[in-house]
């Protein structure tokens, strides 16, 4: 009765049938490993203490930035000079900007210092001057944003003065010295003046540390490519139950193992009446074996 599995037909969906459960099973374990990966950081970050009250270090001792050293105090010394502002940063659900300035260190190189947030439009903003001269900043270190990083802006064509992303790859192009892969921002307004009106900005934690929105799109398409592979399993046992069924009904005479051509209507015609008269308007009427009435 399952002879017909052998046939070129059924090679091709057995084939199928046999790639993409396995596939689909895979990407379904793969996708629950991401999940248990980020279950387990965020309980490993619970456990450590809050890097912000953790002490302050030179910055160079803390780079490069990942999931240990992003939100540690970082310390650096030099003196401000471009200003940019950061549009579209929401915070305490208010829309605003962050007020971004390099600062240069000694070593020739500017960190990006976020000094506050302010509320409104970044455009034609009034915005607190930097303290001028040498100052050391103490501020929460966190890594170069992405396309990805929540309120960044990518599309581009901001005003002059303007970036949408906080990230050494952007800020380098604007700028006429080498920028750090990271910044910082500063935990408390600055003292005494200008710098009293902003309002810090909280270190984001670092990304993939979390259970955030991403961790449970990583359960969902774990359940979703087992789904599939149960969906493809469960359509090939009903095709083979309908194919089986078939050939079960041909054996047993029920069902015509060839479907009948359509019938030839010319063959039910009804046969010539000999005795009907023909038509006068044909050429082959014969009027001497016409019968006189």
Known sequence: MYRFLLTPRWWGINLFVVLAIPFCVFMGT??????????QSHEQAEKQPDPSTRAAKPLDELLPVDKVTSGRPAVATGTYADQFLVPGRELEDRQGFY??????????????????????????????????????VTGDLQASENAHSDGVDVRGGLPGGQVGMISAATLVNLVPYDVYDAWVTLPEAE???????????????????????????????????????????????????????????????????????????????????????????????????????
């Open 191 to 293: 003292a005494g003046g200008t710098g009293g009106a902003m309002k810090p900005v909280p270190a984001a934690a670092p990304e993939g540390s979390g259970l955030d929105l991403k961790a449970f799109q990583n359960l969902g398409y774990t359940g979703e490519w087992f789904v599939f592979a149960g969906f493809v399993l469960f359509m090939w046992f009903r095709l083979v139950r309908r194919e089986a069924e078939a050939v079960r009904d041909i054996a047993l005479g029920l069902v015509p193992e060839d479907p009948a051509a359509p019938e030839d209507l010319s063959a039910q015609a009804a046969p010539e009446n000999p005795s009907a008269p023909e038509d006068p308007a044909s050429p082959d009427y014969d009027v001497a074996s016409t019968p006189v009435r």
């Open 99 to 136: 007020v971004l300035n390099m600062l240069r260190t000694d070593t020739g190189k500017a960190l990006p210092v976020v000094r506050g947030w302010l509320p409104g439009s970044a455009s034609g903003a009034r915005v607190p001057a930097a303290p001028e001269g040498e100052v050391t």
């Open 30 to 39: 793969w996708q629950l490993g991401r999940f248990e990966d980020r279950v």
